[in-house]
């Protein structure tokens, strides 16, 4: 493994979405759009809840437009963040394997791909993090733009598991379009959460934790320590299962 | 000898495409491997070099490959250019090699001009100079083209052919799959894949 492989693969990938219009276009336009609907069609009104890894004991007293932005804010980084790590993965395939039959091996070639990834997860969770903050102003913006990393990164994981097991763009955009309307756009939403039945469903999904961190994070001062953990270690499983199959699929025989 | 394929066999399902196929290709030879279309020669280029694993036999390889797909095998939103840095590092090919090498391959093919051009931008033509561009990179010892002048024009047929020739007489061994063979004088030694078995 050289790093010199690594980093060329790194600077072509980054230049590659740099490139596709359409990156640029959801990255800028995605997060704006859902966080001014929000500003046009929540209320005022305010509504306390409980977080489920909060204790029993906890409500939390906000509007229900500044929950919405934080919900809004996590669900379109999850969808923007599944989205680019299937097209990393599952474009350029082809191509990608001719490299790696010239002489890369396919841990360079992934690891390249997972440190795009990662910076895309980082400005993704920034830009988002900033651009809620000018809408509602969050108590603490450094942690929870973390929460917005860590949504990134379980999701973005799952976007790679997609990818790498389907091979036509169309079904995968599906399948994480399906995934993130139902859990991050709807079940993790703490107003429905709270009187939501079997919440042990609700639980296993891919964005609890991270939705979790980002909400505690954003407007309380307790730990979301535990949550992000999980949430690392959730993410991980995705991870390891998509650097599995890519390895099998690209390798030479 | 560069090349020994012994005892290859593929199915998919049910359908059996190679059988039992058998053939040595040798330094500085020119060899042609012809068939319909449907035929298998894709696949066997694939289990030539790795892509693909035979189900039954063994390929033995001395030296380094170059490998020339049908259909133009490129990143749509990359330069040539940045083409022949990325692959160079595939290769292990310096800095410097590089250079003079895609410069003598972008003389060669007539296709200098677009050099800065990204791959979504150029002809089908100018993709496919590119592809063989990039498996003659590193001046293999084996050199697998599959359909290699699919979109060429007289100009760069001939160029193509003047190429090959000066790689056979440096003791490369070329060989060339195709299901339309015009020119059978220009080659050492052709094979027609019929039935999932060379004859």
Aim: aromatic share 12%; net charge neutral; glycine share 8%.
């Amino acid at each position: 493994m050289t790093v010199n492989k690594i980093i060329t693969g790194l600077s072509m990938i980054l230049r590659m979405l740099v490139r596709q219009k359409i990156v640029i276009v959801l990255l800028l336009i995605i997060p704006a759009f859902f966080l001014t609907i929000v500003e046009f069609t929540t209320s005022d009104r305010m509504l306390p809840f409980q977080l489920a890894s909060l204790d029993d004991d906890v409500f939390i007293n906000i509007s229900e437009k500044g929950i919405s932005f934080i919900f809004f804010a996590v669900a379109s980084s999850g969808f923007l963040v599944s989205f680019l790590a299937l097209n990393l993965i599952q474009k350029n395939n082809e191509v990608n394997r001719r490299l790696i039959i010239c002489g890369y091996h396919p841990i360079e070639l992934l690891i390249s791909i997972l440190l795009s990834l990662f910076l895309v997860i980082v400005l993704i969770a920034v830009y988002v993090g900033v651009l809620t903050n000018a809408f509602y102003t969050i108590d603490h913006l450094g942690r929870f733009v973390l929460g917005l990393v860590l949504i990134g990164f379980v999701y973005g994981s799952y976007g790679l598991a997609v990818g790498s097991l389907i091979k036509a763009e169309l079904e995968g955009i599906l399948m994480i379009v399906l995934l993130v309307n139902i859990d991050v756009g709807w079940l993790q939403n703490p107003l429905f959460y709270a009187e939501a039945q079997n919440q042990i469903i609700i639980k296993f999904l891919p964005a609890y934790f991270p939705s979790q961190t980002a909400i505690i994070t954003a407007v309380t001062d307790y730990s979301a320590a535990a949550a992000t953990v999980n949430g690392i270690l959730y993410g991980l499983v995705f991870l390891i299962f998509s650097m599995l199959i890519f390895f099998f699929k690209m390798r030479t025989k | 000898m560069i090349l020994n394929s012994e005892h290859i066999a593929k199915s998919f399902g049910r359908n059996i495409v190679l059988k039992d196929i058998s053939f040595q290709l040798e330094a500085g030879s020119i060899t042609g491997i012809v068939g319909e279309n449907g035929s298998g020669k894709s696949v066997l280029m694939e289990i030539i070099v790795g892509v693909r694993s035979a189900d039954q036999g063994a390929i033995i390889r001395n030296g380094s490959i170059g490998y020339c797909p049908q259909r133009a095998v490129l990143f749509p939103h990359l330069t040539v250019q940045e083409h022949f840095i990325y692959f160079s590092i595939a290769y292990g090919i310096g800095n410097e090699q590089s250079k003079k090498r895609s410069e003598e391959l972008l003389q060669h093919f007539n296709y200098k001009k677009y050099e800065q051009e990204k791959i979504i931008n150029l002809s089908g033509g100018t993709q496919q100079k590119l592809n063989l561009s990039i498996a003659l990179l590193h001046e293999p010892d084996l050199l697998i083209l599959d359909e290699p002048y699919n979109g060429f024009d007289w100009d760069t047929y001939q160029r193509f052919w003047d190429y090959t020739n000066q790689l056979k007489d440096r003791g490369c061994a070329i060989l060339i799959v195709t299901h339309l063979l015009s020119e059978k004088e220009r080659l050492d030694r052709i094979y027609e894949l019929e039935n999932g078995i060379l004859v």
